[in-house]
């Protein structure tokens, strides 16, 4: 064999050995490639669903805020509506007048008198366009004095310094443990839901 020869064969194996590297390193490209593809395809995947997350926790955020602002709104509108019925009849009730008036109003003394012994003097406040009324149903009770005004509705607010005690009978008080007893069930008849 002949030196020719043999740097031809060399050379042939050279270039099988090179272009064999060749198709591996092209191999090797193209799996690199396809790895590098599907992680950005995971990325994206990934970073979509990201996205969507937050979406949906904003979207969920939004609505829960909306339907907070809404209950808010519609108890304020139920609030105003309660005051609106509370001053109503707080006006009701300041306009009871004649018989009706008297009959309260004796009714509320009867019941105040129980708290006292007969030998006490007592003081007796009542709204400043009662003081007649007052005076008049006072004069069945002996050692009992009209004393002054009291900024209320109707009825009496009743005092004594020597047993020290005071019955607030006035057409307030009782509307508010009413008002306050009732109140749920004025709320559902109002607010029928």
Same mark, same amino acid.
């Given at each position: 064999m002949s030196l020719e020869t043999v740097v031809e064969d060399v050379r042939d194996e050279a270039r099988a050995r090179a272009e064999e590297i060749r198709e591996e390193g092209e191999a090797r490209a193209d799996?690199?490639?396809?790895?590098?593809?599907?992680? #950005?395809?995971?990325? @994206? *995947? *990934?970073?979509?669903? #990201?996205?969507?997350? *937050? @979406? #949906?926790?904003?979207?969920? *955020? #939004?609505?829960?805020?909306?339907?907070?602002?809404?209950?808010?709104?519609?108890l304020e509108a139920r609030r105003d509506v309660l005051e609106q019925v509370r001053e109503g009849v707080d006006n009701a009730i300041a306009n009871i007048d004649g018989d009706r008036r008297e009959e309260l109003t004796e009714s509320l003394l009867e019941a105040a008198a129980t708290e006292f012994d007969e030998s006490e003097d007592v003081s007796v406040y009542g709204r400043a366009s009662d003081e007649e009324l007052l005076t008049d149903?006072?004069?069945?009770y002996e050692g009992w004095s009209f004393a002054g005004e009291r900024d209320c509705l109707g009825g009496v607010?009743?005092?004594s310094e020597q047993s020290r005690v005071r019955v607030n009978n006035t057409f307030d008080s009782l509307l508010e443990d009413v008002w306050d007893e009732e109140l749920k069930r004025i709320s559902e008849r109002l607010f029928e839901e």
């Open positions: 799996e690199i490639l396809s790895e590098a593809e599907a992680d #950005a395809e995971e990325i @994206i *995947q *990934q970073r979509e669903q #990201a996205v969507e997350e *937050q @979406i #949906a926790g904003e979207r969920e *955020q #939004a609505l829960s805020s909306a339907k907070l602002s809404a209950k808010q709104e519609r149903l006072l004069s069945d607010v009743v005092e």
